[in-house]
């Protein structure tokens, strides 16, 4: 297991540190939300759901993304916005998805996952096969009408999903204290007869400990469970660079948070032999997708014209 948690942990930060190398070259022509830093939330909660089960997440969802084992070739020819990528090259950074990995998909429009993961973790009851979903969102979507209406229906008719608010603090450059009249999110979210977790430790073991026994209360027909895990966004809210300078939050909250890198914590756990060699093998994924990205073709101007709907 340690060894699983430490190469979805490097794999997630190393090609989103790729991309922000990338970015600067203009090959990437998608607004991109890194999750540089917070990756270990996604690690441990995806780490506790089977292959069958389904995810979803926000516009900075490249972690949940890889850590449920999207298409990494697919997901880079996306960053591109060539025809190979996981949305045709369309919809970029913040509309992944992989059906065949169920990986739901992501939306750019705050909250706007939370009642599509309700709905269709009310198509999995029905199927009747114990699949769920799990709904990552954060703490500034916690904060929209739809959040509470979903937490009311899926409380009220024991909808098989986890609600995963990762708190980083900030709605954009707003400060939780600036927005939330208490910090008592679980304890709300209690109201709804829904059980709660608060992690506050920042700790990919924790997280998935907690993960594992909200999925056994909701595998057991219950409803729905909530998790609310504390985490720190290292970089900018869109792009590729850091923004300490911008005044709205200090580098010492930063170091404190590198202090406990999971990445770094989980790695020194491993054989260093061991650790080099799973490194060498992400270096050689990343390059490969990379390429494949490169060697794309654009979409044809008629794609325009695919997948659009109207009444």
Request: charge should be negative; include cysteine.
């Amino acid at each position: 297991m340690v060894e699983d948690i430490y190469r979805s942990l490097r794999l997630i930060r190393r090609t989103e540190e790729e991309v922000a190398r990338l970015y600067p070259s203009d090959v990437i022509k998608s607004p991109i939300h890194l999750s540089i830093g917070q990756e270990f939330v996604s690690v441990g909660v995806i780490g506790a759901v089977g292959d069958d089960d389904v995810v979803s997440a926000t516009y900075r969802g490249h972690a949940a993304y890889i850590a449920k084992g999207g298409d990494l070739r697919r997901f880079m020819a996306e960053m591109y916005g060539k025809a190979n990528g996981c949305a045709g090259g369309k919809a970029g950074s913040m509309h992944l998805i992989d059906m065949e990995r169920n990986v739901l998909g992501m939306s750019a429009v705050v909250a706007t996952t939370i009642p599509v993961s309700v709905g269709y973790a009310m198509a999995l009851k029905r199927e009747g096969r114990g699949r769920i979903v799990v709904c990552f969102f954060g703490d500034g979507a916690s904060e929209e009408g739809v959040f509470s209406e979903s937490l009311n229906f899926a409380s009220l008719h024991k909808i098989p999903v986890l609600f995963v608010c990762e708190n980083n603090g900030y709605a954009i450059h707003a400060r939780i204290e600036e927005r939330w009249a208490n910090e008592a999110l679980s304890r709300r979210v209690e109201t709804f007869g829904i059980p709660a977790r608060h992690v506050a430790d920042g700790n990919v073991f924790s997280i998935r400990k907690a993960a594992e026994e909200l999925v056994g209360y909701i595998r057991a027909g219950n409803g729905p469970a909530f998790m609310e895990c504390a985490a720190y966004r290292w970089r900018e809210h869109v792009g590729p660079n850091e923004d300490y300078n911008d005044g709205y939050r200090e580098r010492a909250a930063l170091e404190a948070w590198q202090a406990k890198d999971q990445m770094e914590v989980v790695g020194a756990m491993l054989d260093q032999g061991r650790r080099r060699t799973i490194d060498a093998g992400i270096e050689e994924m990343i390059a490969d997708a990379v390429q494949f990205a490169d060697a794309g073709p654009w979409p044809e101007p008629e794609q325009l014209y695919a997948h659009v709907f109207a009444d």
